[in-house]
């Protein structure tokens, strides 16, 4: 019955005859119903209700935050005049026909065929009225629910009827919901290689009217949304990723935390969907707005559309350096000979830097310039000016980038001639995020590891607080610089750790022991209350486990580990705490790790219903040291002894992996000084993939340890060892 109804009210609606079934009080009936159950997650916005005469767009500069949690400041606006468009009125009649199609659609089980049947013929009754209905608060929705489920030949159909008024539809905020709404269904269809011709058709079409005026449209809040989506869909990406993206994912790469993602530039150039539609609709919309390139260049929205272009365009050299020069403002063929930049640019370019929407822009170009633009942009743009644009809200981040896109040792020298003595002046002016980023930047290049750990240490400590407030001024970066007694400062309780300066000390734990070994003093200095309360806290916690990841000696480590004796059970129960646990019975010999597994036990039942109790339950195997200690002794000792027994098999190759488990780390820290080099330069040459990928040595730590476990089972079954054995040598 409710498919008959429903083919009657389209067939109804074609051949024009006129609606009869009038619900009582429609129009308010409709208003709400479409508010309730179609919101769609838009805020309501009286300014927003259609498309306003007056298309005034703002660059509302400012999105992102410092590694202070300080927005981005702008004092300075550019508004870009978009044409003129008003929204015709929709007539009663259409109006309640979609009103009659979404209460029949929504919440009713049809089949699918059925289904898709009735949206396209639905749809049909859009054409030359697309730009009033999809504009329409009420009537978008219910267009968003036909485009989801109706055939590909009539979402094809609907959105080159669209092009004609595409530029305006899409620069709205109810008709940008649609347009992408459509996208991404197209997106669902282009698993099927026979329907890419149909696709690209269409999107052709779309592109056309684009480019005719593409300024109001990349500056539009909702239409450089529309225009993202489109640029991922030509690469066959999902919509979401680049508008989903992560602050936090990119600070995590810049800090070495995590591999960078030319895998997924990788993964993206393989699917490749519409190459030369990506390549060619990119190339006429910057030349159609040649003449509006400054204003571009300090737009937020239009800086988004870019920067998304920019890493789209990854891995085609020529049409990427074509892009970035035209970026940043430099005309074909008009640069010196030898010179990828013109004169005037150059110095432009150290204004720009200034405003919050370039430095956004310069931060993707620095990440995708080949090294040759790169170089001249380090060597004659940069050069002398990197302290002043440090000192700024906004170029740091600039200076940040050029920090972590470093090629060379060279442009490192260059970086650190600059600011290498400056640390003090930066952790003053709050631009920590500088120091963590030329730190990681040294790393990754194997450049004044040494020379930048020794900066940072006496940034923060000298005379005779040096060495041992080193770590407790570094967690608490900001306290102590905005205090005017910095003589007389103390542990401040109660205060969060400063997140950056969490990331520094993780990251000088990585580096060898040998360089670090102010930083073990102040460390194992440590008052057992400051202990407990940085595992505590979630960036604290993250210091103290990264020291005890580190290839630092067995002893050291355990030294820590027993200052938090007699809160292992709290600690255990504590969502930040659970993983410090995890550490310090791994870091432990046997007597602390049965101190740890003692203090654990009365808690037994409170740890079952924690987040990580359950895995720490059976890591430490609490249940078998409260059934049989001895036994729980005699399987720990067994470890230890086995994993002993590799290792002196096995050689020096794996000396810094073990020595994470320190069931042999005493050894190693008695080995003579010269042989760390040595171990050092086996280690990488038996991981020649992490080093083709610049990927941080702790990352590979998961596929090490698999491989690990079967050369070992291996090893042990031509001994003839016992199963028993075998198992606990994987443990």
């Known amino acids: ?69 300080r927005p981005r400041k702008d004092n300075k606006t550019t508004p ?64 968003q629910t036909l485009l989801e489920g109706c055939s590909l030949d009539h979402l094809c159909s609907f959105l080159q009827s669209c092009a004609k008024n595409f530029s305006h539809i899409a620069a709205d905020r109810s008709g940008s919901h649609v347009v992408e709404t459509a996208l991404k269904s197209l997106s669902f269809h282009l698993q099927d290689n026979e329907n890419h011709s149909l696709i690209e058709k269409a999107l052709k079409k ?58 997924d530039n990788g993964s993206m150039q393989s699917l490749q969907i519409f190459p030369s539609l990506l390549k060619k609709f990119i190339s006429e919309m910057l030349n159609a707005a040649s003449e509006d390139i400054s204003k571009l260049q300090v737009n937020q929205y239009s800086s988004l559309v870019l920067q998304t272009a920019l890493k789209l365009l990854a891995g085609n050299e020529q049409e990427l350096l074509h892009l970035i020069q035209v970026l940043l403002g430099s005309r074909a063929g008009s640069a010196n000979a030898g010179s990828l930049l013109e004169e005037a640019t150059m110095q432009n370019i150290l204004r720009l830097v200034e405003e919050t929407a370039y430095s956004h822009l310069m931060e993707a170009i620095l990440e995708f310039s080949p090294e040759t633009l790169y170089n001249e942009l380090l060597t004659k743009v ?82 005779d607080d040096f060495p041992k407030f080193i770590i407790p001024r570094i967690l608490f970066l900001e306290n102590f610089f905005c205090s005017r007694d910095k003589s007389n400062w103390s542990w401040p309780h109660g205060t969060k750790i400063h997140i950056v300066g969490s990331l520094i000390l993780q990251s000088i734990f990585r580096l060898p022991s040998e360089l670090i070994q102010v930083y073990v003093t102040s460390i194992t200095s440590l008052e057992e209350h400051h202990v407990l309360e940085a595992s505590k806290d979630p960036s604290g916690s993250r210091v103290i486990e990264s020291f005890l990841n580190s290839n630092i000696s067995a002893k050291q480590k355990r030294k820590l580990v027993a200052k938090l004796r007699g809160h292992f059970g709290e600690l255990s129960v504590h969502p930040f705490g659970s993983f410090t646990v995890e550490k ?83 050894s190693v820290s008695k080995s003579k000084p010269g042989k760390l080099k040595d171990i050092r330069k086996e280690i990488e040459t038996s991981l020649p993939s992490a080093k083709t990928s610049n990927t941080p040595f702790l990352a590979h730590q998961v596929s090490k340890k698999v491989k690990r476990s079967k050369t070992e089972k291996k090893r042990h079954r031509k001994d003839g060892e016992s199963e028993s054995q075998r198992k606990k040598i994987k443990v």
């Not at 015709?88 to 089980?109: L, R, S």
């Not at 809200?393 to 290498?420: R, T, Y």
């Not at 740890?607 to 001895?630: C, E, H, N, V, W």
């Not at 994993?643 to 810094?656: D, I, M, Q, S, V």
Request: proline share 3%; net charge neutral.
């Open 382 to 463: 940069f050069r002398k000016s990197l302290f002043r644009m440090s000192s700024h809200h906004c170029a740091n981040f600039v200076v940040q980038a050029l920090a972590s896109h470093a090629k060379s040792q060279d442009h490192m020298d260059l970086i650190w001639e600059e600011l290498g003595t400056k640390f003090h002046n930066l952790f003053e002016m709050g631009r920590s995020g500088v120091v963590a980023s030329i730190l990681a930047a040294t790393q990754r290049l194997h450049s004044h590891e040494h020379e930048c750990c020794q900066a940072i240490a006496s940034a923060v400590c000298t005379g």
């Open 1 to 69: 019955m409710v498919s008959v109804g429903l083919h009657a009210l389209v067939l109804r609606k074609h051949k024009g005859c006129e609606l009869t079934e009038q619900p009582a009080a429609w129009e308010n009936q409709t208003n709400n119903q479409g508010v309730r159950k179609r919101t769609m997650g838009r805020k309501t916005s009286k300014k927003h209700a259609g498309v306003n005469a007056d298309h005034t767009v703002g660059s509302v500069s400012g999105g992102n935050v410092d590694e202070n949690s």
């Open 80 to 143: 870009v005049q978009q044409t003129s468009f008003v929204r015709k009125q929709i007539d009663p009649e259409t109006a309640k026909y979609f009103a009659e199609i979404a209460n029949a659609i929504e919440g009713t089980k049809i089949e699918l065929e059925e289904r898709s049947v009735i949206c396209g013929n639905a749809l049909e009754e859009t054409r030359g009225k697309e730009a009033e209905l999809t504009t329409d608060y009420i009537i978008s929705h219910t267009l």
């Open 206 to 263: 779309i592109c056309k009217a684009i480019v005719v005026n593409p300024v109001d449209i990349m500056c539009s809040c909702h239409g450089s949304h529309v225009l993202r989506s489109l640029l991922c869909l030509f690469k066959g990406v999902p919509l979401e990723e680049f508008h989903s993206t992560k602050s936090s994912a990119g600070l995590a790469e810049r800090l070495n935390l995590k591999a960078p993602h030319a895998k």
């Open 584 to 666: 310090c019975f791994t870091a432990s010999n046997l007597n602390l790790r049965e101190t740890i597994v003692s203090e654990m036990l009365p808690l037994q039942a409170e740890l079952s219903k924690t987040k990580q109790g359950p895995y720490l339950l059976r890591k430490l195997d609490i249940d078998g040291f409260a059934r049989q200690p001895d036994q729980w002794k005699s399987r720990q000792a067994s470890q230890q002894s086995a994993l002993k027994e590799f290792y002196a098999t096995f050689g020096p190759a794996e000396t810094r992996s073990f020595e994470k488990d320190n069931f042999f780390a005493d």
